[in-house]
């Protein structure tokens, strides 16, 4: 795979990147070691995590994907200097106290943040810090609308900027981006960036998959115009996109064992368990056994080859499962294949927004 530079940074990277925010909930330590060995023998170079993690988010569980990957550098000298490193910062809390006192997020909290994640990952320097959501109220997580009323920023975005420079200038962070943004949010990052010499963004990490292609939408310009990479994660849908759930609903006795939206009933409330959602999956996994690829190839390979994306994000509980992701890259789809997916979302659009 040829290395890909993200943004106007010097970072070159893998376009197949490792997410591990199943690292610490449906994986185990040894089996996260594993998984994270088998990833650098074949060649990827990028790796994935935030404070948060794992998910599904809890008090227990926070911090453990990051400790989870610095245990695993300690066993590994010489690891650490052969890979990118991205981690994140939370936004406001969204329901998880546990994660820093307040319901805001600030610039000394982005800095408190910071060096926690050093400190668990144990690493002197982050490569990509970025921010996981937005300060201000925007429409993420499978909100539909922007709502002014809710509106609640305290934190100026040159602010954040600021906080983020700091850590710059103190060695500590190479290059900085943002996920689940807008593109009013990432012009302004931009903006103010360049207009008063703070850290431009590289990259913006934001879902993208057969079943949710907003980014199609304008944030693919504002991006392309702007020089600023994007980070695909949920290529997969959260396992939508694989057919495992083909042939059974999301709950009952069919259901199959170990997927995250079978699981956890939190996902289950979440976008990725929406019926409309399920049910489009269910199409674009059908188009890819008729042109003879297995739903995960289709799904992977639309991500992997789009134009946009500069990287994509696959997270997996096994090795079977990297080695099918891996596998997929060799993958092309056709004219017409990418014809017909059009032609589906045409129909049904974006259920998983």
């Known amino acids: 795979m040829k290395l890909v530079q993200l943004g106007q940074s010097d970072l070159q990277v893998t376009p197949i990147c490792l997410g ?7 994986v185990n330590e040894a089996d996260a070691h594993a998984i994270l060995d088998r990833s650098l023998e074949a060649g990827i170079n990028f790796i994935d995590t935030a404070e948060m993690y794992a998910v599904p988010a809890s008090a227990d569980t926070c911090g453990a994907t990051e400790t989870f990957i610095g245990n695993w550098f300690a066993k590994h000298p010489g690891a650490r200097q052969k890979l990118v490193l991205a981690t994140k910062v939370a936004g406001p809390s969204r329901g998880m106290p546990w994660i820093r006192e307040g319901s805001g997020m600030t610039g000394q909290d982005i800095l408190n943040s910071c060096e926690g994640s050093l400190r668990r990952l144990q690493t002197d320097v982050i490569d990509l ?6 300060e201000r109220h925007v429409p993420v997580f499978g909100m539909t609308y922007f709502d002014p009323s809710k509106d609640k920023s305290v934190t100026s975005i040159h602010e954040q900027l600021e906080a983020l420079s700091k850590l710059v200038k103190a060695g500590k962070v190479r290059h900085i981006g943002l996920s689940n943004e807008t593109p009013y949010g990432v012009h302004e990052f931009v903006r103010l960036a360049e207009q008063h010499g703070l850290p431009r963004v590289a990259t913006v990490q934001n879902p993208y998959c057969l079943v949710s292609r907003t980014y199609d939408n304008g944030l693919d310009e504002t991006m392309y115009r702007l020089n600023v990479s994007m980070l695909a994660y949920s290529p997969l849908g959260f396992g939508l996109l694989t057919g495992k759930y083909d042939n059974a609903d999301l ?7 170990g997927g995250r939206i079978a699981r956890y009933d939190s ?10 959602a399920l049910a489009a999956a269910r199409r674009y996994n059908q188009l890819a056994r008729d042109n003879g690829m297995t739903p ?7 991500c992997y080859h789009r134009w946009s994306v500069a990287s994509t994000i696959i997270g997996v509980t096994s090795l079977t499962q990297l080695n099918e992701d891996l596998a997929a890259w060799n993958t092309q789809l056709s004219p017409e294949v990418l014809k017909a997916i059009d032609d589906i979302r045409w129909e049904v659009r974006d259920p998983a927004l």
């Open 251 to 257: 709950t009952g006795p069919l259901v199959p064992d």
């Open 129 to 134: 810090y970025q921010i996981h959501w937005p």
């Open 20 to 26: 591990t925010m199943t690292f610490g909930q449906q």
């Open 296 to 302: 995960t190839q289709m799904a992977l390979a639309f």
């Open 267 to 276: 996902m289950r409330k979440q976008r990725w368990g929406r019926p409309e």
